[in-house]
Antibody, heavy 125, light 114 residues
Framework: QITLKESGPTLVKPTQTLTLTCTFS??????????VGWIRQPPGKALEWLAL???????RYSPSLKSRLTISKDTSKNQVVLTMTNMDPVDTATYYC?????????????????WGQGTLVTVSS | DIVMTQSPDSLAVSLGERATINCKSS????????????LAWYQQKPGQPPKLLMY???TRESGVPDRFSGGGSGTDFTLTISGLQAEDVAVYYC??????????FGQGTRLEIK
């Protein structure tokens, strides 16, 4: 059974750096083709993809946020960490991490198979 | 970036009736070499994370009731719920994974009971 759980601060001040951790079980990020992604959702709004990391440390970022994001993994701890710098009130959202099923050499399966419950991050002074 | 546009933004359907949600991509998400449409559908109920319903446009995720079906190809897709049930009230999102980054989602369609 695959589970994921996000953790991190619920409140950050403008200009601060947000660090979120996704702790997962039921799969390994050392398995070929597997990935973990981060998606956020402002209150009452749509989903927005942020970043993803693959088993081989391949990293992808949203072009609009790339300068502010860093994603990393600790395979031994079954964790993926996302940092976002220079937080602003518009970054207030529920942040989700999600499992990406194994891709193959010929087929990239970048959809989100299992999701964490999400963590609400509020940016306010 | 591929822009995903859903229609309608909201939809009210009677119990037992059919609900159809549309998703249009700004460019084709059909990969000719494997004939797969790189499109997924999610259901999000209030206070819950999204749940994967469909991938490859029409492959139903394990455990998803067969009243849910996905169709379309290229740039135009549909999610159909046949025989709407009360538990289907949710917001539905489409997502393309053909050209990444970025992965992009539609704006969502809110489904309610009439």
């Amino acid at each position: 059974q695959i589970t994921l759980k996000e953790s991190g601060p619920t409140l950050v001040k403008p200009t601060q750096t947000l660090t979120l951790t996704c702790t997962f079980s039921g799969f390994s990020l050392s398995t070929t083709g597997v990935g973990v992604g981060w998606i956020r959702q402002p209150p009452g709004k749509a989903l927005e993809w942020l970043a993803l990391i693959y088993w081989d440390d391949d990293k992808r970022y949203s072009p609009s946020l790339k300068s502010r994001l860093t994603i990393s993994k600790d395979t031994s701890k079954n964790q993926v960490v996302l940092t976002m710098t220079n937080m602003d009130p518009v970054d207030t959202a529920t942040y989700y991490c999600a499992h990406i099923p194994p891709s193959t050499v010929t087929t990239s399966s970048e959809y989100f198979h299992h999701w964490g419950q999400g963590t609400l991050v509020t940016v306010s002074s | 970036d591929i822009v995903m546009t859903q229609s309608p933004d909201s939809l009210a359907v009677s119990l037992g009736e059919r609900a159809t949600i549309n998703c249009k991509s700004s460019q084709s998400v059909l990969y000719s070499s494997n004939n797969k449409n790189y499109l997924a559908w999610y259901q999000q109920k209030p206070g819950q994370p999204p749940k994967l319903l469909m991938y490859w446009a029409s492959t139903r995720e394990s455990g998803v009731p067969d009243r849910f079906s996905g169709g379309g190809s290229g740039t135009d897709f549909t999610l159909t719920i046949s025989g709407l049930q009360a538990e289907d009230v949710a917001v539905y999102y489409c997502q393309q994974y053909y050209t990444t980054p970025p992965i992009t989602f539609g704006q969502g369609t809110r489904l309610e009971i009439k």
